[in-house]
Structures are given as C-alpha cells and as structure tokens.
C-alpha cells in the first residue's frame, strides 16, 4: 500500500460502460515523516468514500482489482483506506481529527 492525500477530484463524462459510478480522485504521494507531497500524483478509484484533503492508502496494478468496487473493473489504482493516524517511532506525525 502507498501513502497519499486526496488533492482534487476527476470527472468523466465519457468512459467504458464498466467504470460508470464509480468516483475519481487525484492523489498526490506524500512523505510519511514530513507530511508533505512528493509532486508525484495519480488518479484513483475510489472503493471506501475519500474526500479531498484525506489521507489515504491506495493500491496500484492488479491488487486494485481486488476490491468489492473494483472487482472486474479495468483499474490500476484504488483507494482502500482512509487514515486515522499515523506514528513514527512513538511520535504521532498525523491525525485525522487535528488536521
């Protein structure tokens, strides 16, 4: 799983019929100690109700087939997470409700 935070949302009006409902959102790879974005981002299929400005794991080629939304979909990446909190070495770096 790779660490992210939801930076915007993508819309498409036009896509493969299997894709229909399904939410896209642009995520942007984030540093687990700082916090701060790489400049790396990606386009993500969303199976557990992100928003933007969470923090998320999302999986990438085959494992981001594997989710009940997802399942037989043509997907590379998917968010299977939201973020709670994070710990490094007993300092907590993030929290969701304290953002």
Known sequence: MILGRVVGTVVSTRKEPKIAGIKFLLVEKIDPETMEGKGDFLVAMDSV???PGEVVFYVAGSSSRMTAVTEGKPADAT???IVDAIEIEGTLVYQKDKI
């Open 49 to 51: 109700g992100a928003g």
């Open 79 to 81: 968010i299977t997470a």
